[in-house]
């Protein structure tokens, strides 16, 4: 698997010219779907993870998985890395903002005898999630948001070219070039803390990825008892100052007073630690990356 994972990684560092040459009729299905005025509920098409697995995108979206069978984003190729070397196949993890189930399709297959509970509030992309997961005895998949209290929450879909940003706060998009003409459906959904998830399901999670563009503080603060009295590794993505990262440092801090340390994954998935996220993200310049929280 990590040697298939290189090769993604040496498509993703290769030219233009040279990721067109390699796979033309894929760009060219990309290009037609993107300049031809394509429906706001986008193409579902279907392509191979780089570890095997059928899996279904709808076009403009999660174009890297659809043309090289993983994402191409170095944050989450090291995320990737991370999982290969550092899951164990009895696992229990979790997959909160799984999008279409990336994630929790390879993390499936690393915790083989264990369990994969995956999370997503937009009903679109869950309607995806469900088709790609249904095949997967050991991944249980929940159409819910993860919050600070099981409240219902107004949530806001993007089309699907957009769709990686659903989120519960729409306004940190508003700036954005293609936001004005590109603006949100909103609805409303239901929520949950992973506190009484866990409990109701007597579960305990060995790791959890979470991606929620922007509900990273009030996720992680529904899950204090979880994070309090277990050893559990989350990954976060994490923002630059200038993403209106107030949330994610909201998160570190939170992270910080239950006692654990902040971790970037280096180019081989191991662990280096990282006291100041900001300045490390604007020394490599970076929008964002993926941050490991461990308890000490």
């Keep these: 698997m990590e040697t298939k994972l290189n090769k993604i ?68 190729i090291r995320l990737c890395k991370y999982m290969i070397k550092h899951l164990k196949q009895n696992d229990t993890v979790f997959d909160i903002g799984a999008h279409f189930g990336f994630f929790s399709l390879l993390m499936s297959n690393l915790v083989s005898k264990g369990q994969v509970h995956s999370f997503e509030a937009s009903t679109n992309n869950f309607a995806i999630l469900k088709h790609n997961t249904e095949q997967k005895k050991n991944i249980s998949i929940n159409h819910v948001a993860i919050s600070d209290s099981s409240e219902p929450i107004r949530f806001y879909e993007f089309p699907a070219k957009y769709s990686e940003y659903n989120s519960t706060v729409s306004k940190q998009y508003e700036d954005e070039t293609w936001f004005e003409q590109n603006k949100p459906n909103e609805v409303v959904i239901p929520s949950i803390t992973l506190d009484a998830y866990c409990s109701s399901n007597q579960i305990t999670p060995i790791f959890i990825k979470i991606d929620v563009e922007g509900a990273e503080d009030k996720a992680m603060q529904g899950a204090k008892d979880v994070l309090s009295n277990n050893n559990v590794v989350v990954a976060m993505e994490y923002l630059e100052p200038s993403r209106n990262n107030e949330p994610h440092q909201r998160a570190v801090v939170f992270f910080k007073s239950l006692g654990y340390a902040t971790f970037v994954i280096d180019q081989k998935g191991e662990l280096l630690a990282e006291q100041n996220l900001d300045a490390y993200l604007q020394q490599r310049n970076l929008e964002s990356d993926n941050i490991i929280f461990v308890k000490q």
């Design 9 to 76: 990684e040496s498509f993703a560092n290769s030219t233009r010219l040279k990721r067109f040459i390699s796979m033309p009729h894929k760009y060219w299905r990309l290009v037609v779907t993107r300049y031809l005025k394509t429906s706001p509920h986008g193409v579902l098409t279907k392509t191979k993870t780089f570890w095997g697995d059928d899996f279904s995108v709808l076009l403009p979206a999660s174009n890297d998985i659809y043309l090289s069978g993983g994402k191409t984003h170095d944050s989450e």
